[in-house]
């Protein structure tokens, strides 16, 4: 058997096909543009037999139907996005593309291939659209977490892009009865993450002695989920959740984000004291505030758990530190992915180098 994954080069895409082959999941074919956010040697010791890299744009829809045609899988795990709110902010044609058109494009090739499968194919095909807690826009400090039922009010380039590829695959489902499932995801942290986003940008900037740039006053509200258990949880909707739901799965773990700066300078000050007994909090600087910046994002994530059975692993103390370790550890990595494009992002948008 075989599944078909989008973006599977990126950070989610990257623990999931990890976690998948390792539980003895089925074979992988990947589909992925390779761009500055991807990373082939996060998955080139995996062996063909098991993984199967295709270079290509999801927005080509005839190479998705090819691949369909060849590999015949049971199920698509679509994963592929432009993600960085801040990016989507500066350049948001680049989100419709990949984020709107992209995903209609594998709707139509998927729903053409799943229409011509036999009848117990045909039953058990899945089409899994992974999108994000920021579409739901932003919760003020009293109110309740969002569930599977609340409105969609998208506050960024970004979340309207993946609020788009919601409400196709929602469609999809209701007019076709094509078996589409959404999930909404809390924010991740964990290995291989681009270092755009908050926690390894806070984690490199602090081992680099440089700057650590916090938006605004830095109270902005996050749930926190480990990489690796939002991979567990999209395994377990793709082999248990019902055709045109909806799941939201978070880590029950909502922060302020300078706690969150406070914790990983905590843990660096204990591992790789600076010289001179400063404090890497030191490091910290207040930026301009993004424009239109959520306040809050949490999501209650009790269907999933009641129906499924997910249960987070990670608790975020631990998941933190092994997540500032891995880091530490893998300084090759890093200097893999932090040249170039990344250093141009970083001087444009901090005015620093990356």
């Known amino acids: 058997m075989t599944i078909l994954v989008t973006g599977g080069l990126g950070f989610i895409g990257t623990n999931f096909i990890l976690g998948h082959l390792a539980s003895g999941g089925d074979r992988v074919v990947n589909l992925d543009l390779a761009t500055y956010a991807g990373n082939l040697g996060n998955l080139s010791h995996l062996p063909a037999e098991s993984h199967l890299f295709v270079r290509g744009d999801v927005c080509d829809a005839d190479l998705a139907a090819r691949i369909l045609k060849e590999h015949r899988p049971r199920a698509v795990v679509h994963l592929a996005a432009e993600s960085h709110v801040d990016r989507s902010i500066a350049g948001p044609a680049a989100f419709i593309q990949t984020n709107v058109v992209g995903t209609f494009a594998l709707l139509e090739a998927a729903r053409a291939y799943w229409d011509g499968l036999g009848a117990a194919e045909k039953d058990s095909f899945r089409f899994l659209y992974v999108s994000t807690d920021e579409v739901y826009g932003s919760l003020g400090p009293d109110e309740a977490p969002f569930t599977e039922d609340s409105p969609c009010a998208p506050n960024s380039p970004y979340s309207a892009s993946k609020a788009s590829g919601d409400h196709l695959a929602r469609a999809y489902y209701r007019t076709y009865g094509f078996p589409s499932l959404v999930t909404h995801c809390s924010n991740n942290y964990g290995p291989y993450q681009f270092p755009e986003k908050f926690i390894p940008l806070m984690i490199i900037n602090a081992m680099d002695e440089r700057p650590l740039p916090v938006y605004g006053d830095g109270r902005q509200v996050r749930d926190w989920i480990h990489v690796e258990d ?79 059975g997910f249960r987070p692993a990670y608790a975020f103390p631990d998941g933190l530190e092994s997540t500032v370790e891995w880091y530490r550890v893998n300084r090759g990595w890093v200097e893999s992915v932090t040249s170039g494009e990344y250093r141009d992002w970083m001087r444009s948008h901090y005015g620093q180098e990356g």
């Open 230 to 308: 939002h991979a567990r949880a999209l395994s377990l909707v793709l082999d248990k959740g019902a055709p045109g739901e909806t799941y939201n799965a978070g880590g029950r773990a909502e922060l302020v984000n300078l706690e969150v700066l406070e914790r990983i300078c905590s843990i660096l000050d204990r591992l790789s004291p600076r010289k001179g007994g400063s404090q890497h909090l030191d490091l910290a600087v207040h930026v301009t505030d993004r424009p239109g910046h959520d306040r809050r994002y949490a999501v209650d994530c009790g269907k999933i758990e009641r129906e499924l």
